[in-house]
């Protein structure tokens, strides 16, 4: 590809790295070039993070070679990566929050260790810099107030002011709303014309399709394949990464609708949530959109008595019940799969065994003492019904992938045989592989009976998902499909942007 | 066969092996030549004496006599008996006795067990008394081997070491639990105070002069229910008004102490009768019962711990209490339950402390909290919540126990003490810090 010239900006060769008890990759290359948008593919557990943390100085090699600009590089350590021309945005944000947007750009470049600092010039900069980015953000402001994607474009201000050339981008877009997206991959382009090197680490193949020139694609810590974008269709991606084909994205699934399990009404808190009534039935799966701070998710946790509403009902089965608290919703047979799990879902620390029995101990429980054979063995069952990849039972939860910490999430409301499902995000971080075999999960609880509700952000997810959609915006439910094969993305964002209920 | 994970077992049970290492320490510095009249002394010259001779024979006794000379030969007596020899005589006294009585030998006698003085006079006359009397040409004398012990691994010693940490070993048991929550207590050290003081009155008010053991039982009651009461407000402060519980807690120790010296008008209140049971008796198999307490208290509070849901619970509230929450864990009321615990457990030490001294002194207890912190924290469990283990606290009670009889052994004074006990806690911290970034980076 490129002439011998001009050796690329960064090649990374036979890279190896081994923890306890894992390869995490062995042999692994990467090259990238000036100019250009390399998407890093894989499934979680496929070694990007480590090859990426390799690249960040946070871990070292154990073997292989890093060149820049052809002539060899030693990142041993965070600041060795920095001074190399390397900035890592990070999923979570290096920025501290009390600080304005002018002052975490400049964290750790002042002149001196004891010295004034220049505001106004530091102010001046980075205005420029946001330019140079071509998004208007004042740098006074301080960045708690900053939305996430601006907060985004901060961090990679940082990284320019540090005359990064190279800028490694981990799932960027998983917080952003769709029109922060679009946002983020305008200012990616921007970058790439500004002839940096962009390494791009997403799930979402729509972006990589949009964005990326190369493709390099990791499996179990291995290179399997570099291509260029434009060689390499979608559906060849997902076999890549997965190692099989996946027949389609979303299972297929025959609805047959029961009676009324879940009936919400006149539900409200503040301004988060106004005035939302719906109903769930039997074996149906209802998707729940809307864009970022709709009140999707605070519905859900009404719903689930994680917050106190103001006014509304909940019934189930036509009897009211009034949950104050998760547990009285869990005891009702309603359980919620919160879109963070790994802040709201596990306790990380736990094992998976530990964290599967949390909300089930009173079935195991005998004359006070908890019968963890039983436990165990109930926990052996799912996880060989849903092909959960643990190494044992003790293992903590922190050390599983995201589809596998999904599943045990899913597990522990599975064992409680629950009545009504609510998923918020429930693919979100998970690999290709990891979300069918979700999807399939979440169908056959609807032909068990249960009535689920799947709130979701991605549109092709709600729309191949969802027997009936609900669209929400400001708190209130601004539209509702019901002729779902029919809809498309674009009914969605009309009813997710109106203002008031429209007829769908 | 299934690999050791070393790194793990170093990590679960590094404590016990500091703990150890510091015994075999401790053992090495206290180690001392015994008295050869001591009890042991005279058990393993009996062995000997019965090794070399045939059952039945005859064995003397002289000892010379002294302080312990008569233990010491009676304790010989028992032991021959019991190795199946003949005791003839057993005298105390100056080598004039002890001539009489091999004199008025009538049997052949085959050995003599002498202390370290009557070996000297068997050995300077023995061999005469030999010419004269035909009974004696064969006899050995014997006397007791010397030798070298560490004055720590005496049972005593062991046993008084536990019963120091007793009550600060028990209340840690609470501690440890709101420490895994990711809490704190402050209020401990001044609820030992508040406890024994309640319970001093309560007895005196009952009982006067000659308070019976419905009255100890009562007045314990009252401290240990008072002090249970209180930890359920600081878990109330605690949960409802979301108020940190280092401030809390540091509110309740300035109330808690303040009363104690106001329910006691300042001075000791002294409690009449036989209520030192519990603080200074041993009624089984010799142990003390304030360390038979502590023992079943650990028992329990590890099965609670580990195989109730309550113990499920504490670990999940620490270790991630929206995820327990959402769960369906009742968070408010395991918190509101720790501290409850903790409180009663820290009444449970007062009432201990007050049977030690008989009195309720509301100077009792200062700065107790902290040494039951230590222990925790000594012991393994993350003031991050979470994580964390009951034996892993007595460990590190005994950790603590072990350094503090060690430098009393050695003559080392009180403020160096408190320089050593500074930097075990500020190493057990760092032990915990590194154990947590291992845990990072192997995630």
């Known amino acids: 590809m490129a002439a011998a010239a001009h050796p690329p900006l960064l090649q990374m060769r036979g890279i190896s790295k081994a923890f306890p008890g894992v390869q995490a990759l062995s042999g692994v290359g990467l090259t990238l070039h000036a100019g250009e948008v390399l998407a890093l593919l894989g499934e979680n557990g496929a070694g990007k993070s480590t090859l990426i943390k390799i690249l960040g100085g946070a871990h070292a090699h154990d073997e292989g070679e890093l060149t820049i600009d052809g002539s060899p590089a030693r990142i041993d350590s965070p600041q060795a990566s920095q001074a190399a021309g390397i900035g890592i945005i990070y999923q979570e944000f290096n920025l501290v929050p009390g600080l304005t947007a002018r002052e975490n750009i400049f964290l750790g470049q002042e002149p001196a260790r004891v010295s004034f600092i220049p505001h106004q010039k530091e102010a001046d900069r980075a205005r420029k810099l946001f330019q140079r980015i071509g998004v208007e953000i004042d740098p006074n402001a301080l960045c708690r107030d900053l939305t996430v994607a601006q907060q985004q474009v901060v961090e990679i201000a940082k990284a320019l002011a540090q005359d990064a050339r190279i800028i490694v981008m981990d799932e960027p877009t998983a917080a952003l709303t769709p029109r922060e997206v679009d946002g983020l991959l305008k200012v990616v382009r921007e970058l790439r014309t500004q002839g940096i090197g962009i390494i791009y680490i997403s799930h979402r193949l729509d972006e990589i399709d949009a964005i990326a020139d190369r493709v390099t694609v990791l499996r179990d810590g291995s290179h399997v394949a570099t291509r260029d974008k434009t060689d390499l269709a979608r559906d060849e991606m997902i076999e890549l990464m997965v190692g099989r084909s996946l027949d389609k994205e979303f299972p297929s699934h025959d609805c047959q609708p029961g009676p009324v399990r879940l009936a919400v009404k006149n539900l409200s808190r503040g301004n988060k949530v106004r005035d939302v009534s719906f109903e769930l039935y039997a074996g149906e799966i209802v998707g729940l959109t809307g864009l970022v701070g709709a009140g999707r998710t605070e519905t859900a946790r009404l719903i689930f008595g994680a917050d106190r509403k103001d006014t509304g009902t909940v019934e189930l089965d036509g009897q009211p019940i009034d949950a104050t608290s998760p547990r009285d919703a869990i005891r009702a047979g309603i359980c919620l799969l919160t879109e963070d799990r790994k802040s709201q879902g596990l306790v990380l620390g736990q094992t998976v065994q530990e964290n599967f029995g949390l909300p089930n101990l009173r079935q195991f429980t005998q004359g006070g003492l908890i019968d963890r054979q039983a436990e165990s063995d109930a926990f052996a069952n799912l996880v060989s019904q849903m092909q959960i990849k643990i190494a044992n039972h003790e293992q903590p939860a922190r050390t599983l992938s995201g589809g596998n910490q999904q599943k045990v999430v899913l597990a522990k409301w599975l064992q409680r045989n629950a009545d009504v499902i609510i998923f918020d995000e429930p693919t979100r971080g998970i690999d290709v592989g990891a979300k069918y075999e979700i999807y399939q999960l979440i169908h056959q609880l609807a032909n068990d009976g249960k009535a689920i509700l799947m709130i979701s952000s991605e549109l092709p997810e709600i729309l191949g998902m969802s027997d009936r959609i609900i669209v929400m915006n400001e708190g209130r439910v601004t539209g509702e499909i019901t002729d779902v094969p029919q809809a498309t993305q674009e009914d969605i964002m009309k009813l997710a942007t109106a203002r008031h209920p429209l007829a769908a | ?443």
């Open chain 2, 1 to 443: 066969m299934k690999d050791l994970d070393y790194g793990k077992l170093l990590s679960d049970y590094g404590n016990v092996l500091v703990l150890l290492i510091l015994c075999l320490f401790v053992s090495f510095v206290t180690l001392e030549e015994q008295s050869p009249r001591s009890e042991a002394a005279a058990e393993r010259l009996a062995k000997q004496i019965a090794s070399k001779n045939s059952p039945g024979a005859n064995v003397a006794i002289l000892v010379r006599s002294g302080e312990g000379a008569e233990k010491f030969s009676k304790t010989l007596e028992t032991a021959l008996a019991d190795a199946g020899l003949t005791v003839t005589t057993n005298v105390v006294g100056n080598p004039a006795a002890a001539r009489a009585a091999l004199e008025s030998q009538d049997a052949p006698l085959p050995a003599i067990a002498a202390d370290e003085h009557m070996i000297v006079f068997c050995r300077e006359q023995l061999s005469k008394l030999a010419g004269e009397f035909p009974q004696l040409a064969k006899t050995a004398a014997y006397q007791p081997i010397k030798h070298k012990w560490p004055n720590f691994l005496k049972r005593d010693n062991l046993l008084n070491v536990l019963k120091q940490i007793s009550i600060v070993a028990i209340i840690a048991i609470g501690m440890t639990m709101v420490i895994i929550t990711a809490g704190i207590d402050l209020s401990v050290g001044s609820l030992i105070a508040f406890s024994g003081v309640i319970t001093a009155l309560t007895i005196q008010q009952l009982g006067g002069g000659d308070p019976s053991l419905t009255q100890f039982l009562l007045g314990s009651a009252a401290g240990i229910l008072a002090c249970a009461a209180i930890g359920f407000g600081t878990g109330g402060l605690v949960t409802l008004f979301n108020i940190p519980a280092f401030i809390v807690t540091l509110g309740v120790m300035f109330i808690a102490k303040g009363l104690a010296f106001i329910f006691s008008e300042s001075a000791p209140v002294p409690i009449e009768g036989s209520f030192a049971w519990l603080g200074r008796g041993a009624d089984f198999f010799g142990l003390p019962n304030s360390v038979v307490l502590m023992l079943l208290l650990y028992a329990i509070a590890h099965v609670v711990m580990t195989h109730t849901s309550v113990g499920r619970y504490i670990y999940a509230v620490g270790g991630n209490p929206e995820a327990a929450r959402l769960s369906g864990v009742p968070v408010k009321w395991v918190l509101v339950l720790v501290y409850t615990l903790c409180g009663l457990l820290a009444g449970l030490g007062g009432v201990m402390e007050a049977s030690l001294h008989t009195t309720g002194d509301p100077k009792s207890g200062t700065l107790v909290e902290l040494q039951v912190i230590a222990a925790v924290v000594v012991g393994g469990t993350s003031l991050a919540g979470g994580q964390g283990k009951i034996f892993g606290t007595l460990v590190g009670a005994l950790i603590i126990g072990v350094i503090r009889n060690g430098m009393n052994l050695t003559g080392v004074e009180s403020h160096m003490q408190n320089v050593v006990y500074g930097v075990v806690i500020l190493i057990a911290v760092m032990v915990d810090q590194l154990k947590n970034r291992g845990l990072k980076t192997a995630g």
